[in-house]
């Protein structure tokens, strides 16, 4: 199993900022695209961002140019710089990867718990 642990999420300001960490660990083969997908109460969860393992990004409309996606491929671990933060922006935060295991050669989705960012007006 490959196991995903987010941390960042907190209570900010409107067009304040916050960065989102992902780390991957587990019977980790290699990480493939990783993603950050987010939640709000009462809505459907909402692609925000990818990032494949070569670094080629994608982004959510609503999110494009103020959210920059990262990685380290080494430390296995994921970024989200957030900008410009709006309260629409209130969500559960969710991390996903792709990922190999150790001992198999088949692709698995993985989700983390989530982190929760809070803007406030």
């Known amino acids: 199993q490959v196991h995903l642990v987010e941390s960042g999420g907190d209570v900010v300001q409107a067009g304040g900022s916050l960065r989102l960490s992902c780390a991957a660990s587990?019977?980790?083969?290699?990480?493939?695209?990783m993603g950050w997908y987010r939640q709000a109460p009462g809505k459907q969860r909402e692609f925000v961002s990818s990032?494949?393992?070569?670094?080629?990004?994608k982004y959510g409309d609503s999110v494009k140019g103020r959210f920059t996606i990262s990685r380290d491929n080494a430390k296995n671990t994921m970024y989200l710089q957030m900008s410009s933060l709006k309260p629409e922006d209130t969500a559960v935060y969710y991390c996903?990867?792709?990922?190999?295991?150790?001992?198999?050669?088949?692709?698995?989705?993985?989700w983390g718990q989530g982190t929760q960012v809070t803007v406030s007006s």
């Open positions: 996903s990867a792709d990922a190999i295991l150790s001992y198999d050669d088949i692709a698995h989705h993985f």
């Open positions: 587990g019977d980790i083969g290699s990480v493939n695209t």
């Open positions: 990032i494949t393992r070569g670094g080629a990004t």
